[in-house]
Structures are given as C-alpha cells and as structure tokens.
C-alpha cells in the first residue's frame, strides 16, 4: 500500500442512520502493530485513531474528538472500527482510487475482503 498519508481517506455513510457520514484514514502499520498489542481496546483505538472527521445531523456541532467518540453506541463503534480495519487493508488486487478517497467497485472489492467476525479476531 505504501505511504498511508498518501492513501485517500474514505467516506461511508453511518448504517441506520441516513444522511450521516463518517470519514476514515488508512492506519500505519506502527499503528496497527501497536492495536495488536493492547488486544482488549482494538475497537475503541481504531475508532480513535482511524475515524477522521463526521458530518450529517446526528453529529452536527459535535467534534469528532476522543471524548465525543467515546460516546458511539456498540454497534456504531464496532462497525466503524470495522471500517478503519478495512481501509487499512487491501487484499491483493485491489486498489483504491483517488478520486474522492473511495474504492472503485466497493461492492465487489469488499467480498474479496474478510468477514468482520475475521477482521475483529485479526485486530484482537
């Protein structure tokens, strides 16, 4: 993948909630090693480090700072962490454009990627 501040970063819009965007960075690999190693806090570290900004009205006049996403529910944590894991991942293959910090085909290249249930017990 190379330099992860030369990766786009990717916006997803938030499950459940329409109208609700969460951007997301690729993570180093210092990062990752660094998640691997505390084991229990993966999910609310990726989300830490990984989560970038938010936008829509759920998060509007809110910071996307450690303490406000501190406050994400469960299911909201734990996909976005899955997210962050994902955008930091590529299998090989595929390859992320950089027009607009997406992935071309995301339907397509997201079944060559791991199941979350894989990617969760890869981060723990």
Not at 4 to 22: A, S, T
Not at 31 to 58: H, Q, Y
Not at 70 to 85: C, G, H, K, N, S
Request: aromatic share 6%.
């Amino acid at each position: 993948m190379g330099l992860v501040d030369r990766i786009p970063p990717v916006e997803k819009e938030v499950p459940l909630e329409p109208g609700n965007y969460f951007t997301f960075r690729a993570l180093s690999g210092n990062e990752i090693d660094t998640i691997r190693k505390e084991g229990t806090t993966a999910f609310a570290d990726l989300v830490k480090l990984g989560l970038m900004s938010w936008r829509g009205p759920n998060y509007q006049d809110r910071p996307c700072d450690e303490a406000v996403k501190a406050l994400l529910d469960d299911d909201t944590r734990q996909w976005a962490a899955t997210e962050v894991w994902e955008c930091s991942h590529l299998q090989r293959g595929e390859a992320r454009s950089s027009e607009h910090g997406s992935t071309p085909g995301a339907a397509a290249t997201s079944a060559g990627r791991t199941d979350s249930s894989e990617q969760s017990a890869a981060v723990s």
